[in-house]
């Protein structure tokens, strides 16, 4: 073992075992601090509810960690090791790292299994550069994919004939095609109906069985429902953390978020 490596072992580290380590973030625009001394750290398995006022910095630090804005001060690590503010945003999409908008975008006119398929042809997953030729495995591949996101009924549909709630599962479905460690999912129950919202939680609560997954969400049914671990952010830096129950009976989360 070279010497650096050796000392890099021995040397205790309190991210070496996370998958996501945010410490001391910072990012102005113009002066204004958009994330303020963020530290924010997320275990490997791990889902993770983000709440807070709109302005909270909640898209600026998704936007960090994809590499869509660099900040300006701080530490941003991937699976421990990864300095992800020296990478771009393709390179960080190809480390295993996959959003989700809130606007679902997928291809309207094709049908759920066709715009999987397309999903998997991009992908640049080791899964899909071994296996890309073997129509058997891509098929149980979609398979998998469709039963996950509830969609196997609707293979044959196109986009454009799915429900709201729909459409947001095959963009989570076309999500797992790139098969992410870490799936970062912008307000997934927005617009959908109650059942949708339900069965979404239920779905998210699966996907993180073998994946990592930090969900940012006003709705808050739907976060209690996923009963994961709460952070909320208020002003570019973690207000609260913990519980749901614990976060939203904090008098601080109460005046600037909840009370409103
Ligand atoms: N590119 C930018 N230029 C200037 N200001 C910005 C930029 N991006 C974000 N901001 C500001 O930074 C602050 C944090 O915004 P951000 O979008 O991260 O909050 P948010 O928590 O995602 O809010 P919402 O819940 O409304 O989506 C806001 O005051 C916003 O106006």
């Known amino acids: ?21 945010l410490d001391g973030v910072t990012k102005s625009f113009d002066g204004f601090k958009a994330i303020d001394n963020l530290s924010l750290v997320l275990q490997r398995g791990e889902m993770r509810a983000i709440i807070g006022p709109n302005g909270a910095g909640k898209t600026t630090m998704m936007d960090i960690i994809t590499g869509k804005t660099r900040p300006d ?14 990478h771009d945003e393709a390179a960080i999409a ?17 049908t759920v299994e066709d715009n999987l ?3 998997l042809a991009g992908s640049r997953s080791v899964f899909g550069a071994l296996f890309h030729r073997r129509t058997s495995d ?5 398979d998998d994919i469709l039963t996950a996101t509830r969609l196997t009924h609707r293979r044959n549909a196109r986009a454009a004939d799915l429900s709201h709630g729909q459409k947001q599962w095959l963009e989570i479905a076309m999500l797992l095609a790139q098969d992410p ?9 927005a ?6 919202t339900e069965e979404t939680a ?10 990592s997954v930090v969900v940012v969400e006003h709705d808050m049914h739907f976060v209690r429902a996923l009963g994961v671990k709460v952070t909320c952010l208020h002003e570019g830096a973690v207000l609260a953390e913990g519980p749901l129950d614990a976060v939203s009976a904090d008098p601080r989360v109460v005046e600037v978020y909840l009370g409103r």
Do not use: C, W
Request: aromatic share 6%; proline share 5%.
């Open 94 to 110: 190809s480390m295993g790292i996959g959003r989700k908008f809130q606007k679902p975008t997928v291809f309207e006119s094709h």
């Open 73 to 86: 001060a701080g530490e941003v690590y991937f699976a421990g090791e990864t300095d992800l503010t020296r």
């Open 138 to 142: 891509e098929r149980r591949r979609r």
């Open 191 to 196: 617009g959908m109906t109650d059942a949708e």
């Open 202 to 211: 239920r779905l998210l609560g699966e996907i993180a069985e073998t994946r």
């Open 1 to 21: 073992m070279a010497e650096r490596e050796r000392n890099r072992a021995a040397a205790p580290s309190p991210r070496r075992d996370t998958l996501l380590y």
């Open 181 to 189: 460690q870490l799936l970062l999912i912008d307000e997934p129950v």
């Open 117 to 119: 398929r397309l999903a």
